[in-house]
């Protein structure tokens, strides 16, 4: 049972900090291609 919660400990911890980044890095993707949207349109009107 020990390795059980061993493994949990080892494997468990990793992924849980693996989504909370991606999850983070999601939301900055997308306001990232919004600005560069933005952008795009704006130097599409300059021109």
Same mark, same amino acid.
């Given at each position: 049972?020990?390795?059980i919660y061993t493994h949990i400990a080892n494997l468990g911890f990793p992924i849980v900090i693996s989504i909370y980044l991606?999850?983070?890095i999601?939301?900055?993707l997308n306001? =990232? #291609?919004e600005s560069i949207n933005e =952008? #795009?349109?704006t130097i599409a009107k300059v021109l």
């Open positions: 049972m020990e390795e991606l999850v983070r999601e939301g900055k306001q =990232l #291609s =952008l #795009s349109n």
